[in-house]
């Protein structure tokens, strides 16, 4: 079994900052991509920012400037550091990781139970 358990979210003024955590753990051979993803009501998720396990690193054009991707290979952890935050911004947020489970298995996506953010004034 493997979870993703993720932390971080909360409520912030416009402009402010949050770092949103994500762990996995449980039966790990491999970990590829991890990311974040988001979905806002009425809206269907989206890519916000991923990161390979040679740390290259893909965002959504909205997240360009603001937002930083980073991951521990070795702790299966990676994190998401949200600068001058946007309205637009608020939704919830969901860790992706792409997991091998053994060397046999195939990679199987995994994902956390997301998180609240909400930038309000």
């Known amino acids: 079994q493997v979870q993703l358990v993720e932390s971080g979210g909360g409520l912030v003024q416009p402009g402010g900052s949050l770092r949103l955590s994500c762990e996995a753990s449980?039966?790990?051979?491999?970990?590829?991509?991890m990311g974040w993803y988001r979905q806002a009501p009425g809206k269907q998720r989206e890519l916000v920012a991923r990161?390979?396990?040679?740390?290259?690193?893909d965002y959504a054009d909205s997240a360009k400037g603001r937002f930083t991707i980073s991951r521990d290979n070795g702790l299966y952890t990676v994190s998401l550091q949200m600068n001058s935050l946007k309205p637009e911004d608020t939704a919830v947020y969901y860790c992706?990781?792409?997991?091998?489970?053994?060397?046999?298995?195939?990679?199987?996506?995994?994902w956390g139970q997301g998180t609240q953010v909400t930038v309000s004034s």
């Open positions: 992706n990781s792409k997991i091998k489970a053994g060397y046999y298995d195939p990679v199987h996506d995994y």
């Open positions: 990161v390979t396990s040679a740390g290259s690193t």
């Open positions: 449980g039966s790990i051979f491999s970990i590829n991509a």
